[in-house]
Nanobody
Framework: QVQLVESGGGLVQAGGSLRLSCAAS????????VGWFRQAPGKEREFVAA????????YYADSVKGRFTISRDNAKNTVYLQMNSLKPEDTAVYYC?????????????????WGQGTQVTVSS
């Protein structure tokens, strides 16, 4: 079992920044690919970013490329999502997810483990 807890969400003005954290406990976190997803009210959950177990390779949705950066510190069992130049359309509940298979996160948009989510609200 892997337990994931997100933090760092909040209210920010358009153009501002936030850094989300996903803290993991349980099994060896460094064995897992981790992704960030988001879900806005009335919309389906969408993929935001992903990072492989070592942190050497990252992936982004086109909508956030150049503005968001995913990173991880396996010594701290934590994955981060630095969000810059935020827009009102980035408003959503953000979830982190972990899975041994990167394909699950990138293609199937599924994962064995999910956090409870953290709210990000960007005002115009």
């Amino acid at each position: 079992q892997v337990q994931l807890v997100e933090s760092g969400g909040g209210l920010v003005q358009a153009g501002g920044s936030l850094r989300l954290s996903c803290a993991a406990s349980g099994r060896t976190f460094s064995n897992y690919a981790v992704g960030w997803f988001r879900q806005a009210p009335g919309k389906e959950r969408e993929f935001v970013a992903a990072i492989i177990w070592s942190g050497a390779t990252t992936y982004y949705a086109d909508s956030v490329k150049g503005r968001f950066t995913i990173s991880r510190d396996n010594a701290k069992n934590t994955v981060y999502l630095q969000m810059n130049s935020l827009k009102p359309e980035d408003t959503a509940v953000y979830y982190c997810a972990a899975d041994p298979r990167l394909h699950s996160i990138l293609v199937a948009h599924s994962a064995d483990y999910w956090g409870q989510g953290t709210q990000v609200t960007v005002s115009s």
